[in-house]
T-cell receptor, first 110, second 114 residues
């Protein structure tokens, strides 16, 4: 079973920051938080991952709380092409398997 | 990154028949993964394909229904056997370039069984 909880859907206005929350209250010390997204009819796409420090790349920022029980994915300037299902996954470093939850369906509105 | 090609991209099949899906990667990888995504649902791991050994199946999936081949480090096939309409799903191939790194996915095979 997935170890994460996400809201089923969210809306965001184009150009604004999209903040997607994820709860992972049972996360272990050696588990990383990964984020993927799936645009309609495509395979999932890796976005970002982190252990305990905040991370940023060209796509997004990941904010992990100090107790690591929750995190937020931030898309700083959402565009219509960011409309997708976003999956938050916890995974042991070195483990291969990904366990997907139901994700958050993010809709960016013009 | 890795480029993953899946064939076919989609197919419509008669019940009782079998379909073999191919997954080709542009680099050598130790493990390849096969997922199923039923309509409106999330992804579920079917099995892990290891080169040179039998695939490892997740609970609820069996080799007789989903036989997997892994002849080399860049290629794998998944067969959906004796299909029924309940097998209508998107089947996705995935790889990790190195242990614990981000996973890369193919574009999937959309299967409809009629």
């Amino acid at each position: 079973d997935a170890k994460t909880t996400q809201p089923p859907s969210m809306d965001c206005a184009e150009g604004r920051a999209a903040n997607l929350p994820c709860n992972h209250s049972t996360i272990s010390g050696n588990e990383y938080v990964y984020w993927y997204r799936q645009i309609h009819s495509q395979g999932p796409q890796y976005i970002i991952h982190g252990l305990k420090n905040n991370e940023t790349n060209e796509m997004a920022s990941l904010i992990i709380t100090e107790d690591r029980k929750s995190s937020t994915l931030i898309l700083p300037h959402a565009t219509l092409r960011d409309t997708a299902v976003y999956y938050c996954i916890v995974r042991i470093q070195g483990a291969q398997k990904l366990v997907f939850g139901q994700g958050t369906r993010l809709t960016i509105n013009p | 990154s890795a480029v993953i090609s899946q064939k076919p991209s989609r197919d419509i099949c008669q019940r009782g028949t079998s379909l073999t899906i191919q997954c080709q990667v542009d680099s050598q990888v130790t493990m390849m993964f096969w997922y199923r995504q039923q309509p409106g649902q999330s992804l579920t791991l079917i099995a892990t394909a290891n080169q040179g050994s039998e695939a490892t199946y997740e609970s609820g999936f069996v080799i007789d229904k989903f036989p997997i081949s892994r002849p080399n480090l860049t290629f794998s096939t998944l067969t959906v056997s004796n299909m029924s309409p309940e097998d209508s799903s998107i089947y996705l191939c995935s790889v990790d370039l190195r242990q614990g790194s981000e996973a890369f996915f193919g574009q999937g095979t959309r299967l409809t069984v009629v």
